[in-house]
C-alpha cells in the first residue's frame, strides 16, 4: 500500500465498491479536461505577463472547479463505497478513511 503527499494511504489495486455511471464517469473527465485548459491558459498568462490579479482570478477558478470535482467524488464515494462497507460490516474502517479525507479536503 503506498502513501501519497497527503499521508492517506493509496489502495491502487481497490475498485469503487459501486461504479460510477457512464454519465457520471463522462461528467467528471469534461470537467477535468475544463480544469486541464484552464490551468493552461494559466501558464500562457504567466509567460505572456499578463496583470496578477487576472491570473490570480483565474488561479481560484481553477481551484473552485478542483473542489467540485472533489465534492462529487466525496459524494460518490460516500453514497456508494462507504454506505456498501457499512451494510457489509465494514463500516468503521471505511468510516475512519473517509473522515481522514474529509480533514485532508477541507484543508484544500
Do not use: W
Not at 491570473?55 to 481551484?63: F, K, P, T, Y
Amino acid at each position: 500500500m503506498e502513501k501519497d503527499i497527503l499521508n492517506i494511504p493509496l489502495h491502487p489495486e481497490k475498485s469503487p465498491a459501486v461504479r460510477r455511471r457512464e454519465e457520471e464517469k463522462q461528467q467528471l473527465i469534461n470537467r477535468l479536461k475544463r480544469v486541464e485548459g484552464q490551468v493552461r491558459g494559466i501558464q500562457k498568462m504567466v509567460e505572456e505577463d499578463r496583470y496578477c490579479v487576472d491570473v490570480l482570478v483565474q488561479v481560484s477558478a481553477v481551484s473552485a472547479a478542483l473542489k467540485k470535482v472533489g465534492y462529487t467524488l466525496l459524494e460518490h464515494h460516500t453514497r456508494g463505497c462507504v454506505s456498501q462497507a457499512v451494510a457489509d460490516g465494514e463500516g468503521d474502517e471505511a468510516i475512519e478513511e473517509l473522515m481522514k479525507v474529509i480533514q485532508q479536503f477541507s484543508k484544500s
